[in-house]
């Protein structure tokens, strides 16, 4: 009996350290080195830099823009909104009071805002993973008024402008037509001529 407990252990530990080796080491460097390889950017976080190289930004992770200069993104409950250390949904369930209060906040902020007739859900809840960094198109709409005012501008040039950065869904199936806040509001500065 114990030479069969010996002769089972010895391989065993021999595929126990050469999965470890293939899954823990190889694998990981051979995708790591596959994902710089074909797709550098994707790889390092989709990074957004200004004109003197200094990032300022993804665009695949959200970030909060709270002046009314600017496009605001989507309610957050990452943390104290879009930390990426805290990323996840709030868990509320749609019968939770906490979430409805917040829900309702959210609706009179945008109303004091200007926005009138419906308001887009995305610009009231809160994304799964609380860093989304994109709007659907009529959530960017609903906001061009109040940002055409607080910059001086024709909402008809701000109108476009979104327009000009709605993105289709990835093989026109993939997904929904939406705008990156970022994006958006890097083309509204220089729109008006004013860095960030």
């Known amino acids: 009996m114990g030479n069969d407990f010996l002769s089972s252990l010895r391989p065993a530990i021999a595929m126990t350290i050469l999965f470890a080796l293939l899954l823990g080491i190889a694998y990981p460097l051979a995708m790591t080195g596959i994902g710089q390889a074909i797709f550098p950017s994707a790889a390092n976080g989709s990074l957004i830099r200004d004109d003197s190289g200094r990032v300022i ?19 957050s409950a990452a943390g104290q909104g879009y930390d990426g250390r805290a990323s996840s949904g709030s868990n509320l369930g ?34 799964g993973s609380g860093l989304d960094p ?19 501008l024709e909402e008809n040039r701000v109108r476009n402008l979104v327009r000009r ?5 990835l093989l026109g199936f993939l997904g929904e037509d939406h705008v990156n806040v970022l994006a958006l509001n890097r083309q509204l500065d220089q729109l008006s001529g004013r860095a960030r």
Do not use: C, H, W
Not at 57 to 75: E, K, L, M, N
Not at 98 to 120: F, H, Q
Not at 134 to 152: C, F, H, I, T, Y
């Open 165 to 169: 950065n709605v993105e289709q869904p």
């Open 94 to 127: 749609p019968a939770a009071q906490a979430l409805t209060d917040r829900v309702k906040t959210d609706v009179e902020k945008r109303r004091a805002e200007g926005v009138s007739g419906p308001i887009p859900a995305d610009l009231v809840t809160a994304g």
């Open 134 to 152: 994109d709007l659907s198109p009529s959530s960017a709409m609903a906001q061009v008024s109040r940002v055409a005012r607080v910059r001086g």
């Open 57 to 75: 930004g993804s665009t695949v992770i959200g970030q909060a823009f709270t002046s009314d200069r600017y496009f605001q993104t989507r309610p």
